[in-house]
């Protein structure tokens, strides 16, 4: 499956914005989708994850109710709804698939990810 992350930009500090990632190639409702994200100088960060039906997710540390990942099938779409964002959140946002099963907490780790997006850059200025 093909990823394409889009909808970043500027925004302000306390501002909203929603990042979305587009499949192709695949069906989406086959994958496990994760967000994860990388600033400059940092590792990358695992943001949140979703379960193929979309009814169990679970989130960074950081995230602290301020993010919400959900998911379109029929869209082939998943989305990464973030609130009151901080100077810290500025990073590359990537999305990744994950063909196996549904691991829980464990689904943080990037390396259970088989695709990955470019990338989308989310730049918060106070």
């Known amino acids: 499956v093909q990823l394409q992350a889009y909808g970043g930009g500027l925004v302000q500090a306390g501002g909203s914005l929603r990042v979305s990632c587009a499949a192709s190639?695949?069906?989406?409702?086959?994958?496990?989708m994760g967000w994860f994200r990388q600033a400059p100088g940092k590792d990358r960060e695992f943001v949140a994850t979703i379960n193929r039906s979309g009814d169990i997710r679970y989130y960074g540390d950081f995230v602290k109710g301020r993010f919400t990942i959900s998911r379109d099938n029929a869209k082939n779409t998943v989305y990464l709804q973030m609130n009151s964002l901080k100077l810290e959140d500025t990073a590359v946002y990537y999305c990744?698939?994950?063909?196996?099963?549904?691991?829980?907490?464990?689904?943080?780790?990037?390396?259970?990810?088989?695709?990955w997006g470019q990338g989308t850059q989310v730049t918060v200025s106070s």
């Open positions: 190639g695949g069906t989406l409702s086959s994958y496990v």
């Open positions: 990744a698939a994950d063909r196996g099963s549904w691991a829980f907490a464990a689904q943080s780790e990037a390396q259970r990810y088989d695709s």
